[in-house]
């Protein structure tokens, strides 16, 4: 079993058909090919070979499709260790969180929140104040940094942007 494998799906002709494909990611070979896109297609793949040598695996690239994730977690030792998404899902969920950020922050200046500092619930210098080293900021600034950290950031949609964003 290759020790850096690429894992992808590709669609058959132009219909909602798709095909699993395993590729050594080393060598540059397709070492797979199962059918639709499903967890059992890639479980069938890591069933091929004895349990030992899924060991062997140091990294999965994979795409966020949970049959997959699903599949790499049921047959490889650490996976969350070996699994590497790919840029473009990860990008798409950046900008999304993006997207709920001013979202956010267009509902609270409607509803006339002023309860927190504009800069406090999205935007730049929030963003900023998230990111920042605690110990950096003046006491204002860390006030309001607290309140992004602070025990209600779960709550806080925007805060939650800036986790997936970290």
Known sequence: MPSLLGVDEKAIAK???????????EAATVEYIGEERREASLAAYFQAFPEESATQIEAISLDMWPAYINACQASVPQPDHKMV???????????????VRKREHKT???QGDTTRPRASTCGSTARRMYRSDPKSVSRRSSLMNSRLRGHGHSRNPCAR????KL
Do not use: Q
């Open 15 to 25: 219909g909602h058909s798709y095909m699993t494909v395993v590729c050594d990611l």
């Open 85 to 99: 998404f790919d840029r473009f899902h990860i990008m798409g969920h950046v900008l999304e969180a993006g997207k």
């Open 108 to 110: 609270l200046m409607s």
């Open 161 to 164: 942007c800036e986790t997936i």
